[in-house]
């Protein structure tokens, strides 16, 4: 597998494989990600997965890029680590309730339409789908998703909404996602989470990472508003 190491500012670097992003891509970016906290130590401040990339950065005195470069490459032959499957051993996906209906989301009924599926269609091929957590970003706790059922795949929005509220459930391209707070966002809107995917006050904070596997099940309007009053 091809690659690549560059800057990524004045004290970072990018590693970057020419590669389709995959679970198992991740996975070795993962445990790179693990051995460079360890190699580095006290000098490496923050570390952050891509779909296909990792970036590293740096405390500034202490950067030695030459060092780091060649240490990214050498890791980059390493071979791929074995990918675990969802359900076997102790590997089990993230299980998110959500409620599909009109009233909370705003484009599920559009989105039958225009792929000639019925409501419930759509959100059986939502649900069946076991999803892997490729990359964070956008907005903390906001996880990228993959891979939606093909007959599902719309485009973003041509103007993305003002506002999009805190648990909605949303997909755009081949991906879907939650998004944990109030913001923004052009994505398309089928359902509505009740649990709250990113929390201050919690260890870790997100409720997602890089390398889980995610499921999602339907739930009643009344089981929605129940878990939402207790989230």
């Not at 590293?56 to 202490?62: A, S």
Request: proline share 10%; charged share 20%; with cysteine.
């Amino acid at each position: 597998m091809t690659c690549e190491v560059g800057p990524a500012g004045e004290s970072a670097m990018r590693l970057i494989f020419s590669a389709p992003p995959k679970p198992a891509l991740t996975h070795k970016l993962l445990a790179i990600q693990e051995s460079a906290q360890q190699y580095f130590s006290e000098t490496l401040i923050d570390s952050v997965i891509g779909y296909t990339t990792l970036t590293l950065f740096f405390t500034p005195f202490k950067f030695e890029r030459d060092r780091a470069e060649a240490w990214l490459l050498a890791q980059a032959d390493n071979p791929m680590p074995e990918t675990p499957e969802p359900g076997a051993g102790t590997v089990q996906p993230v299980i998110l309730p959500v409620l599909y209906h009109p009233s909370v989301a705003p484009d599920l009924e559009w989105l039958a339409d225009i792929t000639g599926l019925s409501v419930d269609d759509v959100i059986r091929l939502h649900c069946e789908q076991t999803y892997f957590a490729y990359a964070t970003g956008f907005a903390p706790g906001f996880c990228y998703l993959g891979n939606l059922d093909s007959r599902l795949m719309t485009p973003r929005l041509d103007t993305p909404r003002a506002k999009v509220p805190a648990g909605a459930v949303a997909i755009a391209d081949s991906q879907t996602a939650i998004y944990p707070c109030d913001s923004p966002g052009g994505w398309r809107l089928i359902g509505a989470c009740p649990e709250r995917l990113f929390t201050l006050d919690s260890t870790p904070p997100s409720r997602l990472s890089v390398g889980d596997f995610v499921r999602f099940e339907p739930i009643s309007e009344a089981d929605f508003h129940s878990m939402s009053r207790r989230s």
